[in-house]
């Protein structure tokens, strides 16, 4: 984790526009049924998995996974060493941004809130990126969600105009402000930190860890037998 905010803050400092996702089992599932979203990851600086309890699964299956660096994990490593940085905040609720403010009163925060619906409204896109032209903020959060944060960051690089790094990162500046509770130690560990979060907010997240989440474990399950009987019968 330490070496990852080290790489980012390092990043920070470039004069081109460069940016970090986390995919987790919701990323994979959209990404399984929207193969044409796979550029937003395939292209990023830095793709990092989100996801232990799928790290677990497929260690199940034998298959080897890069470390599990969680959004909010880095997220709250990296904001205390951006004290005199000039930070840009995409989202966040405006009590969210005041509490992170003053949690971290010496980072030099700039905020901008484009509308509900950004996935589809064009011009809203479009106030986001000149926003951030005219910041140039050393690093951006990108916190309005997938997988429109991920097609923010992706036409800022591959548009230009923007700098430093940015880290589409969801709900993660919320942990980090105090408004909104993360799972306990123990459970994150477990892989169960979204047993906690669908408990906190079912309405929201009852489709994405009740019907998404399984759907992927489902194909990747299937896919593992198919690979399986290929083999057997390749031998």
């Known amino acids: 984790m330490r070496m990852t905010a080290t790489a980012i803050l390092a ?5 081109d526009f460069s940016y970090v996702v986390t995919p987790n089992v919701d990323h994979l599932e959209r990404l399984r049924r929207q193969p044409g979203l796979r550029p937003l990851y395939q292209e990023a600086w830095l793709c ?4 232990r309890c799928l790290a677990r ?3 199940l299956f034998g298959r080897a996974t890069p470390p599990v660096v969680t959004g909010a994990d880095l997220t709250a490593d990296l904001l205390p060493r951006l004290a005199g940085m000039r ?3 995409i989202g966040m609720a405006d009590a969210d941004f005041a509490a992170l403010r003053l949690r971290y009163p010496a980072i030099l925060f700039h905020r901008h809130a484009p509308p509900m619906g950004l996935l589809t409204n064009l011009a809203a896109q479009e106030d986001v ?3 951030l032209r005219q910041l140039q903020p050393q690093v951006s959060f990108f916190a309005v969600g997938s997988p429109v944060q991920e097609i923010l960051a992706h036409r800022l690089w591959r548009e230009g105009g923007g700098s430093g790094v940015g880290l589409c990162i969801g709900t993660a500046l919320a942990f980090a402000a105090g408004t909104a509770r993360r799972a306990p130690l123990w459970m994150r560990r477990a892989g169960l930190e979204w047993l906690h979060r669908l408990i906190r907010e079912p309405r929201r997240l009852a489709r994405r860890y009740l019907l998404a989440g399984p759907r992927l474990l489902l194909a990747l399950g299937l896919a593992e037998i198919r690979s399986g009987h290929r083999a057997r019968e390749g031998g």
């Open 11 to 15: 990043q920070a400092e470039a004069a």
């Open 48 to 51: 990092l998995f989100d996801s």
């Open 57 to 59: 699964l497929l260690g």
């Open 87 to 89: 930070v840009a905040v």
């Open 129 to 131: 990126l000149a926003f």
